[in-house]
């Protein structure tokens, strides 16, 4: 974490944008916590979520074509094979809104980029949902930053004044909430049941939004209107069932 505060200190905004590309819980909640501080200069804030959210998308991006490029041999990796399944049953839960997902579970990230990479999602899809993943992933964590060094500077005073135990209260803070992420939020986030009625209202407005854009060809739209199709089928034929178990 020492290494990451250096890096910021000495190379600003681009530093935020690197090291986002590989690592960028850490990374956004320092710098959201700078950014209170005005180190960015002016709109310091909007400058750290611009930067980690276009890192996050590059790494993923990378991360993406890995998959596309090799996937006749990566996916016999074994970071790969372990995460598959944890990947598979993510998919089958949150459908496209997985790759929001993903970004909080910890050891799935990049093989979730990599696993649509090999399954050949369309390039323009991907890139749509990967830019409102890192997005959301951005401002939650640059915020908590932001915010929470915010709320210790009001309690106990100015930072100019008490520097050394702010910086100190501050990584304490930061190391507790990673922690958390990484042990306990991650599971819970993988581990939920989410309501397949709501899951399905996101997908079907997140490919509102796609045709909309025309990031949608022509098959994928015949695709994607047998899948519903089978699945409106497949809901009334449980209503059907349930009915008749009732009557």
Not at 31 to 37: D, E, I, Q, R
Not at 90 to 97: M, R
Request: charged residues 25%; contains cysteine; hydrophobic residues 45%.
């Amino acid at each position: 974490m020492e290494h990451i505060a250096e890096l910021i200190r000495d190379y600003g905004i681009f530093a935020v944008f690197a090291l986002c590309t590989v690592e960028g819980d850490i990374t956004l909640l320092l710098s959201g916590v700078m950014a209170h501080g005005g180190f960015f200069g002016p709109y310091s804030f909007g400058k750290v979520f611009l930067a980690g959210m276009l890192g996050g998308i590059v790494g993923d991006n990378v991360a993406y074509f890995i998959g596309r490029l090799f996937r006749k041999t990566i996916k016999h990796y074994r970071f790969y094979e372990m995460a598959r399944p944890r990947i598979e049953r993510l998919i089958e839960k949150f459908g496209g809104f997985a790759i929001v997902i993903s970004k909080y579970i910890y050891g799935i990230r990049a093989a979730m980029c990599v696993f649509y990479g090999i399954g050949r999602m369309s390039y323009p899809r991907f890139l749509f949902l990967d830019v409102i993943s890192c997005a959301i992933w951005s401002l939650i964590l640059a915020s908590i930053g932001y915010f929470f060094s915010g709320a210790i500077t009001s309690i106990i005073g100015d930072f100019k004044q008490i520097g050394i135990w702010l910086f100190f209260i501050v990584l304490t803070g930061i190391i507790i909430f990673y922690v958390i992420e990484r042990y306990y939020l991650s599971d819970k986030v993988e581990e939920a049941n989410p309501n397949p009625e709501t899951i399905h209202r996101i997908e079907e407005k997140l490919h509102h939004i796609e045709e909309r854009l025309h990031l949608t060809s022509a098959p994928n739209r015949e695709a994607e209107k047998g899948r519903k199709g089978e699945e409106e089928k497949g809901r009334k034929g449980e209503e059907e069932k349930k009915n008749a178990v009732g009557s």
